[in-house]
């Protein structure tokens, strides 16, 4: 009999009101030899809506990152679009953990050559603009736009998917955007809402990517590939 996969989802909020709403979103990409927990941080802000948010929560990350390697798991999915600790936990932990931008953005390019990235609020556009010269990906970003929702906001489907939509349509009609990625874990339930209402709309395909089941399915992936980040990179801490 194989091994039943143990996968940690870390919400990187000191706060559990999200707990379900990311089991949920994962939920249809959980392999059935794959066990999935929810953990959050005893420390930081309640939200990562900002750098300094993101600076806060960034050391209680790479903590309980530890805490579960330690615990057992196979890996971590850190559900953040921004990777709030992500890097500094490759030093400390020896599986792998995995942020938002990066499998977002190289699942959109598996499927076309530019996308556009939808994020939540206006604080949030030029920290994950950042993103895209950090991994190469300038000639692929066509714009990045803000629906002006908070966090706290994002329960209210109706006005985010609207607004979404609304970005999604401007992203690819004036921005060359071929695919849509979605800045935040919290867009849970709206990827495949936009993508139908957005086919409709334009009268052609286009991918919204839901950053929660491609960062979950790719790192499951790594999982089983028993990979993990490189030591040529991220030095062992304390060695």
């Known amino acids: 009999m194989s ?30 030899d794959v066990t999935v927990s929810v953990r959050n941080l005893t420390a930081g802000h309640d939200c990562i809506q900002s750098r300094i948010d993101l600076l806060h929560n960034g050391y209680p990350v790479v903590e309980a990152a530890i805490q579960i390697e ?12 921004d990777m709030c600790g992500v890097e500094a936990a490759r030093e400390a932990i020896n599986i792998p953990i995995i942020g938002g931008f990066p499998t977002s953005a190289f699942t959109a390019l598996a499927l076309s050559e530019r996308f556009s990235i939808i994020t939540i609020l206006p604080s949030t556009l030029a920290m994950q603009r950042g993103h895209v010269p950090t991994y190469g990906l300038n000639d692929s970003f066509a714009s990045i736009h803000s629906i002006d929702v908070k966090v706290a906001e994002l329960h209210d489907l109706d006005v985010v998917v609207e607004r979404t939509l609304e970005a999604a349509i401007k992203a690819v009609q004036q921005d060359g955007a071929q695919s849509i990625l979605l800045g935040c874990t919290g867009f849970v339930g709206v990827a495949a809402q936009v993508t139908a209402r957005l086919q409709a709309a334009l009268g052609f395909y286009v991918p919204v990517i839901d950053p929660n089941q491609a960062g979950f399915s790719f790192l499951v992936s790594l999982v089983r590939m028993g990979i993990r980040p490189s030591r040529a990179c991220y030095s062992k801490y304390g060695s």
Do not use: H, M
Request: some cysteine; proline content about 10%.
């Open 3 to 32: 091994k039943r996969l143990r996968i940690c989802i870390l919400a990187p909020v000191n706060t559990s009101l999200y707990n379900d709403l990311l089991l949920q979103a994962v939920e249809p990409v959980i392999p059935p």
């Open 70 to 81: 330690n615990d057992g798991y196979d890996g971590i999915w850190l559900s953040d679009f």
